[in-house]
């Protein structure tokens, strides 16, 4: 693959705050008037609506106090830090954690996601990936030059409490040689969690096969009522052939501090490392003392959030459900929405740019998860209530207009 290829599928005009860049050129199938209304951007979280963590600034400022002694710690992050986060990410997913040589702390779990990946796929290696699922994943394996098998995730046909995942089709994957099944627990875009049973399938054929299983973890702290949750560390799985992702950009609204953190196997955690050296060096000094109030929130903060994120998800599920036509299911955590759209008479695609061109109203198309559900939209639904409410009002609106 030459270069100009591999960055040829990088393609970013969807990424969130990128549309800033895409143009009003061949727009003659608009149909219409503006609608007013205030503009929401549903590609990502809205951080003024859902504010920080109570204490974030003050620990950043306190790592900023600190000087030299923050801002350059090892590559992998400061290690008090990392003991610290160890017992209590141990204590989350019902596994130890190694704080030592088990844990990196990195810009973003963008950034573990891009150092797992790399640390594990190589030109021609077998990747699982599942589809629909987060756009990176597949992007990632692409530029790393690893051989894509597709697993399907059929979320709207599965019952409540069932992710859908093709588990024949995962085995049929592993057992064509895929050696790193990689995928999102939530899922993103569809908000759905896997079972305790597909988890336990997946640590079963990922232990029957030696396969490696990068799983982001995101989203696991926001789940809605009724929600329960496994962790595939926990399972009877060997803990050097799985990286775990977490972090509190989303939850926690932390996104402006770039952080993340992988976690697990000690070989891979080194490979992570010695990329992060080269790439970043480290997380930003200062940010990583913002990890001190992670899953130290005040009591009853996340209750809270939960509370008012469900709250939100309730009343966009209505007004979907109440376009003829159109499937949303039921987001189980997360604060993503991805509702399957009626016939238009434009492409949705088109209706994409539609929508942020006469409605100020911005989402991600399914296009970008996966190449099946071109038909979807995703939406961030983390943001001010009545505004969310009154964008998709006006989504609606363009529905009707442009219904086939």
Known sequence: MTIQAKFSRLGTDNAPGQEVRQGGDGTDFLQGDRLPGRRVDFSHGDVDAHEPTPGSFEAFAAGVA??????YTEYRGDLGIREDLATRL???TGAPVDARDGMIVTPGTQGALFLAVAATVARG???????PDYFANRKLVEFFEGDMIPVQMGYRAAGPGQAGLDLDGLEAALRAGAKVFLFSNPNNPAGVVYSKGEIARIAALAAQYGATVIVD???????YTGASYTHLRAMDLD???VITIMGPSKTESLSGYRLGVGFGSRDIIARMEKLQAIVSLRAAGYSQAVLRTWFNEPEGWMTERIARHQAIRDDLLALFRGIDGCFARTPEAG???FPRLPALTITHGAFVKALRLQADVIVTPGTE????TGDSIRLNFSQDHAAAVAAAERLATLVERYRA
């Open 239 to 241: 803990p050097e052939n």
């Open 369 to 372: 998860f996966s190449p099946h």
């Open 125 to 131: 290696d077998k990747v699982a990936i599942v589809q």
């Open 66 to 71: 600190l000087g030299g002694a923050q801002a």
């Open 335 to 337: 604060s993503y929405l």
């Open 217 to 223: 973890q995101l989203y696991s702290r926001l789940l």
């Open 90 to 92: 141990a204590a989350f």
